[in-house]
């Protein structure tokens, strides 16, 4: 689904909008980042969307506990099959509890792996309803005589180590871990505070009801400047790096529950202090690949409008010069050479437009400003558009997910990699079709292109593009491998062409008005 229809399926009232799951308003930023599906929902809710929010939730947690019962007995039984997105957790736990020799405690365990599996995954997707993961745990824990509270901190410990959460952008992460804890564990509300820049606390992540209240907040307060917290409804501890506290974890609690809030606030933490060391790189990273792309895209922009000021400036005069040319040669004529110069007049004419074409095509692509003033995705579509119109191949272009929280010099490293691929479609491939497609993820943002051309040796290639200085794709691959990504080129002689740009995901550095005002007048200056 493109994000056209995306927006159309919305506008109809998607029925799998956040407001339909219930989500807490502390919820948000989780249910906003973290959508995997945001332009495809689960095939489980697609397959059952007609019957209502309960009865869908109510068929996947029977799924889960079917799929949690065969497996710890052993036996075959994929539930009701509502869910097939949950085969592959499956797949591995039943490898887990062959590899444990299949004794009931291994298969029992294995059961627990693909619980916190299934539920991590629909966590990240933003598709629970407030308690109902609980009960999709507690109801699958009945199913192998296991009690609940294990159960669900068994669920909570998984999904705080697991290698999908590892991969999360770290505010992606941080919301998760705090939905965790209100949603398996003993918390009534979360939030995740440390010291601003200003001084002043602030809040990087929440979840439950009024989690950024003034008690918790004064709580994480007292415990970022060393006081412990006495109140038996509210627990705080500090989360370490470098073994000093950066951030306070902050929870409300009912005081029967106060003493078992403790152990999974104390986890949290743990899990915290890689995350928000990450956090504190990306925004390095993020503050860093502004630097290094600005150079590059100054000098571009100025060759745009050095273009514009220059040689497409000539073409305007040459062209005034050539009607004149026309009415005095034409003066001077018969009919009958009047007529034959007129037709040369015409083909001159129409080349000439062909090159103001190009060049202010050309004026306008170079310009970092295009793909970072303009949405995105219709910068790129213009691209495809003016490749079927000048070449006559027959292109396509698709958006999956949400590309619309890139950073600017991600989306500047994006346009130039599906720029040059189809430049390199139109000069050399010979091909009738191109696809591209733009995916956004949880975690990454990926690029491709591919035609179905004449294909090339891409070792033979590339030594002779470095040979010869052009560096083409490998320019843009640097520029992509600079921000943390990667490309990749699959090429065959006669099977075409695939370029696969991969960029990670992280929350941008923000960037006052009068900044970008700066950034754009030091790039035009």
Request: hydrophobic share 40%; charged share 25%; glycine share 8%.
């Amino acid at each position: 689904m493109t994000a056209d229809a995306h927006a159309r399926a919305h506008a109809a009232g998607n029925p799998h909008s956040s407001a339909e799951f219930g989500v807490h308003p502390g919820d948000r930023s989780l249910v906003r980042e973290a959508h995997c599906w945001s332009a495809s929902p689960p095939e489980e809710w697609v397959y059952l969307e007609s019957t209502g929010v309960a009865a869908r939730h109510t068929a996947v947690i029977d799924d889960l506990a079917a799929r949690v019962d065969a497996i710890s007995r052993g036996v075959e039984g994929r539930g009701h099959g509502v869910s097939p997105r949950f085969d592959a957790c499956e797949r591995r736990a039943r490898a887990l509890a062959d590899a444990g020799g299949d004794a009931r405690e291994t298969r029992r365990a294995a059961a627990v792996e693909f619980l916190g599996d299934a539920v991590t995954m629909l966590a990240l997707d933003g598709a629970w309803e407030p308690g109902v993961a609980k009960h999709a745990v507690t109801t699958a824990a009945a199913k192998i005589d296991t009690a609940p509270g294990a159960a669900l901190l068994a669920v909570f410990l998984h999904a705080l180590g697991s290698s999908e959460t590892a991969q999360l952008p770290p505010q992606i992460a941080a919301d998760l871990f705090l939905w965790l804890l209100v949603e398996l564990g003993p918390a009534e509300a979360a939030s995740l505070w440390t010291t601003g820049t200003s001084g002043r606390p602030e809040c990087l992540a929440a979840a439950g009801d009024a989690p950024k209240s003034r008690r918790l907040r004064t709580a994480a307060v007292g415990r970022l400047d060393g006081h412990p917290c006495s109140s038996p409804h509210v627990r705080c501890v500090a989360v370490q790096r470098w073994d000093r506290p950066f951030a306070a974890l902050v929870a409300r609690v009912s005081p029967t529950e106060s003493p078992r809030l403790g152990a999974w606030l104390r986890e949290a933490a743990s899990a915290l202090s890689p995350v928000l060391e990450r956090e504190t790189l990306f925004e390095r990273n993020a503050a860093r690949e502004r630097e290094l792309v600005s150079a590059g895209e100054r000098q571009l922009l100025r060759l745009g409008y050095d273009l514009h000021d220059g040689p497409l400036q000539e073409i305007v005069a040459l062209a005034q010069d050539m009607r004149l040319a026309r009415e005095q040669i034409a003066s001077l004529l018969d009919e009958t050479g009047a007529a034959r110069v007129a037709g040369r007049f015409d083909d001159l004419e129409a080349r000439l437009t062909e090159l103001d074409r190009g060049l202010r095509d050309l004026a306008h692509s170079v310009r970092p400003t295009t793909a970072v003033e303009r949405p995105l995705e219709h910068v790129l579509r213009k691209e495809v558009e003016t490749l079927t119109r000048t070449t006559g191949v027959e292109a396509t272009f698709t958006v999956e997910g949400d590309i619309s929280d890139l950073t600017d010099s991600q989306k500047i490293a994006l346009y130039r990699l599906v720029q040059e691929s189809l430049a390199n479609v139109r000069k050399h491939s010979g091909a009738t079709r191109a696809e591209v497609c733009i995916r956004g993820r949880t975690s990454y943002v990926e690029a491709t292109v591919s035609d179905n051309g004449r294909g090339f040796d891409i070792h033979a290639t590339i030594e002779r593009a470095l040979r010869t200085d052009r560096l083409g794709l490998a320019g843009v691959g640097e520029r992509v491998r600079l921000l943390g990504g990667s490309v990749d080129i699959e090429a065959r002689i006669g099977e075409g062409v695939l370029v696969r740009g991969t960029l990670p995901r992280w929350r941008p550095v923000e960037q006052s008005p009068a900044e970008r005002a700066a950034a754009l007048y030091v790039a035009t200056a």
